[in-house]
C-alpha cells in the first residue's frame, strides 16, 4: 500500500511489539509518514530482521530488544528516543495470552503473566514516558487493545478482561493529561490474520464461526489498522483523546 503523507515527519515514535504483526505494520505506517520509529520486541533475531526490513525501504528506524515486562528494557527504549532528539508517539501493543479458556477457569499464575505484560507494562511504559512526552508539542499515547474488550471473547477470558481494563486506562489518562495536550486512545482490532491469531483463522470450524461475527465477511490484516494508529499520531488526531477506536470489520463492540 502506498502512503503520501508526511503528517509525522519530524516525529519520534516507540512501537512495543513491533517486530512481526500489527505493531509491525504501524511501525511502519508511521515511519513512512516520516517518524523516527524505534522498533522492538524479544528476541534479538526478530528485531535485526525487522529493523533491516523497514530500513531496506528507505525508512528512519532502529531496532532495540524489549520484552515490555522487563524496566531495564524499557528504559533502552526511553534512552534511545532521547539520543535521536526526544519523544512524540508511544505505541503500547504488545501482549500474551497463555490461556484458551473461560475467565473464571483462569490458573492464577496465567492471569498473573496476562495482566503484568497486557495492562501493567503499558500503564508503566505510559508512566515512563511521561518526563519525554511533555517536552513534545504533540505527545501522544496509543495503546492496543482489542475488540475482545468490549465484547470478551468467552475462549479468550482472562485476556479480554485485561483488553477491557485498558479502555479505562485510555479514560483515566486522558483526562489526567488533556491539560497538557497529551492525548490518550487505543485502537481495538477486530480479528486480524496475524500468528496472534492463526487459532482463530486458520483452524477451519473457529474460521468460519469467527467470519460470521464479522459484518464485512473477512478478517482484517495489519495494515487495515496501523492507518488509524497514524492518524491518532498527526495533527488530524490533535483534539481526538480517551477514545477507543474500533477497527474491526462492522463487529458488535458495546461494553
Ligand atoms: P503477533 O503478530 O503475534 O506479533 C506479536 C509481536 O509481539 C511480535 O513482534 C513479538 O516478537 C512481540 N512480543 C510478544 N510478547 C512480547 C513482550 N512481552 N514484549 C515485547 N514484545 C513482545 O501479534 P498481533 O496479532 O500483531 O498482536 C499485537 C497486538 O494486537 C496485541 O496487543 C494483541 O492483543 C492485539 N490484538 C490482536 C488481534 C488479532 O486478531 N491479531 C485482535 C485484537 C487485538 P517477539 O517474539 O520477538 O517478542
Not at 516525529?11 to 509491525?24: E, M, P
Not at 497463555?98 to 503499558?122: H, Q, R, Y
Request: hydrophobic share 40%; glycine share 10%; proline share 3%.
Amino acid at each position: 500500500m502506498s502512503v503520501n503523507l508526511n503528517r509525522l515527519v519530524g516525529r519520534i515514535a516507540i512501537v512495543t511489539a513491533s517486530t512481526d504483526g500489527i505493531g509491525f505494520a504501524i511501525a511502519q505506517r508511521l515511519a513512512r509518514e516520516g517518524a523516527k520509529v524505534i522498533v522492538s520486541s524479544r528476541k534479538e533475531k526478530n528485531v535485526a530482521e525487522a529493523t533491516k526490513k523497514l530500513t531496506s525501504e528507505g525508512l528512519n528506524v532502529s531496532g532495540l530488544v524489549c520484552h515490555v515486562g522487563k524496566k531495564e528494557d524499557r528504559q533502552k527504549l526511553f534512552e534511545e528516543a532521547k539520543k535521536l532528539g526526544g519523544l512524540d508517539i508511544l505505541v503500547s501493543n504488545a501482549a500474551v495470552n497463555p490461556e484458551v479458556g473461560f475467565v473464571l477457569d483462569c490458573p492464577e499464575s496465567s492471569w498473573d503473566k496476562i495482566f503484568d505484560t497486557n495492562v501493567k507494562a503499558s500503564f508503566m511504559l505510559a508512566k515512563e514516558a511521561l518526563p519525554l512526552l511533555r517536552e513534545s508539542k504533540a505527545g501522544r499515547i496509543i495503546f492496543v487493545s482489542s475488540i475482545a474488550g468490549f465484547q470478551p471473547f468467552s475462549l479468550l477470558g482472562a485476556y479480554s478482561v485485561s483488553k477491557t481494563s485498558l479502555l479505562g486506562l485510555v479514560k483515566a489518562a486522558a483526562v489526567q493529561l488533556a491539560p497538557e495536550n497529551i492525548t490518550v486512545n487505543s485502537i481495538c482490532p477486530g480479528i486480524i490474520e496475524t500468528k496472534f491469531s492463526n487459532f482463530l483463522t486458520k483452524d477451519e470450524g473457529a474460521k468460519e464461526a469467527g467470519l460470521s461475527q464479522i459484518p464485512m465477511g473477512r478478517f482484517g490484516k495489519p495494515h487495515d489498522v496501523s492507518g488509524s494508529a497514524a492518524f491518532l499520531a498527526s495533527d488530524d488526531g490533535s483534539y481526538v483523546t480517551g477514545e477507543n477506536i474500533v477497527v474491526a470489520g462492522g463487529m458488535q463492540s458495546r461494553l
